[in-house]
């Protein structure tokens, strides 16, 4: 198991049992189970897993974003640089947010305001944090969008978000993310809308900017083949939980999760021939208003038996840093 | 046109043959009397030809037109120029009647489950649609044991066969979509984008569902998609579209193991793969620029203006759509069959 | 019974994948009847809008129509006393019994007019936003020139020119002014075209969908798309619409009764009781007040019912 260490200068962010619920009239959401993970300084996490595995609203809950009704983070700490950010205020956690840990989403049409500049808009967290003045704004605005690959910058700041295409407003997106040059960047989704070849550019672009400003990514995906060309650690998520952590080559290579096992199964290969079948995983992904009893994937796993419905598999060294949480042991073939 | 694509295999029987079909959708402006400035040409002139129990791969990013394409080649736009034939019904010669056996016959699958099912309606109601439509059994009984066999076929318990759609999850409806579109025994299936909404582990149980469909009733399929890496594991032969135009066309292991548009080339070396050493190993072409607009696509070839390798000729001449290799079709000035005045010259340029 | 799984890869546990969902089935009803009820504006509305009703119909049990015309001379314009606890109007009759009856005919004008309105507005709209093209251009100037006509306006002008010598029409066993057919014509005639645009902008955005192009790819007829596939899924705005429409309807008739223009006496509503009052406001409220209270009361109950049901019937909340 991981020691926590909070003096060991290389964690940049730490994260301890995380549970985030939301009470509606249904009933409630149990949208994060007690996540734990860390974030190394200059290294890039990616968080895998289908939708309501609950990877954005852990990130969401770190970043203090998610709507305090109905929202509500139970449990948890996530510790940036010395701090709890679940513990800061507000206005504290407005001060960090777009200078510090910035976030990029998955909708560049709406994640931008379509009656304000291009311009306006990226220079906005110059002006908030750093308190720039116009030309200096103006300054380090043309400098981030030829950081990011927007060619003639200095008319297109005057541009308005629905004169970009998908991709290049994606790039805003980033420019204005990177302004104050923050130790950690969240991405969320940012390439799912785009088109693959538009997609690749974007790849592109973040793994040259993330060597060049050293910064921490975290990259949410439901794709495995994005996460394959971009983290160097991934964290597999299910219903709230995460059930496999390895770095990358590890995980594609030796899944220890069944669940990651079958996701891996089910997916076609640009590069090979077709498999006969491709291995489907029965059954859908798990109703989150029922309280976790168990360990969530039961249902579907084909290695399932008694003790998984019973008790919530603990996080288990399978290899070297290499955890899974499951009972069954994928390489015995017998229970733990 | 009409065989640019057909096979010379004895009794060949293709079920759908596209001929040179284009749909523009017209620009107007103006506040009191409407004119038209100009047209989306959203499909530009693209032929080929589907055989009976073989699935065709539409595949292409946004604007090229696949999706248009689809709809067009159902008839349910009416298209601005060009032909298209299944099970022998033209589109443009069909008379009432044969227009109603078409739509017997042939049969779409939609991307969106939410959008695809009218909320309004029970399970019973929209799969039962086509039967009672089309007057296929006698009576509601009957109907409903045909709902009930389908509902099983595709993997639905019929028990939910009252049920409304916003009872089921996303692959749950898609399943009904399926059921549907098997309703009135169709011979030939456009799938627009059957899987891209739904969850990766249900992708696979939806495709799966989809092939032993195919084998068990010999159905014909145009599997209109954008992720590549299923395209490659269901088509047998696949065509790729760009800006209203298909740039290459090819059995399937020919395509992706020797793709000869460069298009093609980037196009499949942006598909990230599942394995980071694999990944590592890639030569990445990395396509500058952005998608144009199908309103005034560049003149000559189409992909110039991103083409890593576009020599002068193509910003002006417009490559022919041949065919270098058996059953592989491509439009590009790199092989000289694409440049009038070239085509006996065996040379790549 | 549960769904076979589709891949027959081997299991170290047997596994049934239930298909099943786990929340109990609720219809669509159901789910906006769950809506609805949370709201304590609407609930009020509902009871209210039913004891004015049983008021009004109910209220045949204890007073014949012969009661509510039965003048008297002798004792009009009383005020309210214990044989007549509502008063007297200015030729003897009992009020009491007149908002009785009277409300009985301007609820009917109400509803009624309502019909008529949803008749032409849906036919009207469901045509234009069908079918768009010069069809739609077409129909759409004619909803605006009625719209640009101020209603009222319309309505005197029309109730004026019909109001010439109508007969009297029996129905029920009850002898009615012919004078109320036509306000209920002319109240439907003038006020379809919001019901109109509203239905048209239903169609116009329901027929994007792909459920729709799905099933003109089956071969279902457009008669059968228009009314089994769009129009019900239409019904929430056309049902709100058409509640609210039955309290402006009652409002404009107790507008025009109130010139001198609507339903002509002995037949009484709350609108035309309102014009006999008028004359006496400071000196006989109770003239004015009884009609004015229920006219106020319905109108208002009526517009809580459709903000509830407003809120109950939206298509884009599915949490109940």
Known sequence: MDSINRQDGKRILDVTDLRTRFHIAEGTVYAVNGVSFHLNRGETIGVVGESG??????????????????????????????????????????????????????????????????????????????????????????????????????????????????????????????????????????????????????????????????????????????????????????????????????????????YTQALLAALPRVDRRRDRHLQSIPGAPPNLLVAPLGCPFTPRCKFAFDHCRKEMPPIINVATNHTAACWWDVTTGKPR | MADADSRSLPGNSSLVVVDDLKKHFPIHQGLIIEREVGSVKAVDGISFSIQQGETLGLVGESGCGKTTAGRTILGLYPL?????????????????????????????????????????????????????????????????????????????????????????????????????????????????????????????????????????????????????????????????????????????????????????QALLSAVPIPDPKRDRERQRIILKGEIPSPINPPGGCRFHPRCPVAMDICTTVVPIYHERAPGHWVACHLYPGSTPGRENSSAVA | MTAPPLDQSTSAVVNLIPDELETPPLSLSQLTWRRFRRHKMAIFGVVTLILIIMYAFGGMLFFSEADSNHTDTGNALQAPTREHPFGTDTVGRDILARTIYGGQISILIGITAMVVELIFGVSIGAVSGYFGGLLDSFLMRITEAVLVIPQIFLLLVMARYFSQSIPNIKLFGRTFSGSVLVIIFVIGITSWPYLARIVRAQFLSVKENDFILAARATGTSTRDIIFRHILPNTSAPIIVSATLSVAAAISLEAYISFLGLGVRPPTATWGNMLELAYKYINTAWWLWFFPGFFIALIVLSINFLGDGLRDALDPHSRAA
């Open chain 2, 80 to 264: 601005t120029a060009g032909d298209v034939t299944i099970s022998g019904i033209s589109l443009t010669n069909a008379t009432k009647s044969e227009m109603r056996l078409l739509r017997r016959k042939a049969q779409m699958i939609f991307q969106d489950p939410y959008a695809s099912l009218n909320p309004r309606w029970t399970v019973s109601a929209i799969i039962g649609e086509p039967i009672r439509v089309h007057n296929l059994l006698p009576n509601d009984k009957s109907r409903d044991e045909r709902v009930h066999d389908l509902m099983l076929r595709v993997g639905l318990s019929p028990r939910l066969i009252n049920r409304f759609p916003h009872e089921f999850s996303g692959g749950q409806r898609q399943r009904i979509g399926v059921a549907r579109a098997l309703a009135s025994n169709p011979e030939f299936i456009v799938c627009d984008e059957p899987i891209s909404a739904l969850d990766v582990s249900i992708q696979a149980q939806v495709v799966n569902l989809l092939e032993e469909l195919q084998d068990e009733f010999n159905l014909t399929y145009l599997f209109i998609a954008h992720d590549l890496s299923m395209v490659r594991h269901i088509c047998d032969r696949v065509a790729v579209m760009y800006l209203g135009i298909i740039v290459e066309l090819g059995e399937r292991e020919d395509l992706y193991e020797n793709p000869f548009h460069p298009y093609t």
């Open chain 1, 53 to 258: 595995c609950g990877k954005s609203v852990t990130m969401m809950s770190i970043m203090r974003l998610i709507p305090s009704p109905p929202g509500e983070i139970a449990t948890g700490q996530a510790y940036f640089e010395e701090r709890d950010l679940l513990q800061l205020s507000d206005s504290e956690m407005q001060d960090l947010r777009g200078k510090d840990i910035a976030m990029v989403f998955q909708d560049p049409m709406t994640a931008f305001n379509p009656v304000l500049t291009i311009g306006r808009q990226l220079t906005e967290p110059l002006r908030v944090h750093l308190g720039l003045n116009k030309d200096e704004c103006r300054h380090r605005a043309i400098e981030l969008l030829e950081q990011v690959g927007i060619p003639d910058p200095s008319h297109r700041l005057g541009d308005y978000p629905h004169q970009f295409s998908g991709g290049m407003r994606q790039r805003a997106m980033i420019a204005m993310a990177l302004a104050c040059s923050p130790s950690i960047l969240i991405a969320d989704e940012p390439t799912t809308a785009l088109d693959v070849t538009i997609q690749a550019q974007i790849v592109e672009l973040v793994l040259g900017i993330r060597a060049d400003l050293n910064m921490s990514v975290i990259w949410i995906t439901h794709d495995l083949g994005v996460v394959a060309e971009i983290a160097e650690r991934v964290l597999v998520m299910y219903s709230g939980f995460i059930v496999e952590e390895a770095p990358v080559d590890d995980l594609y290579e030796d899944p220890r999760h069944p």
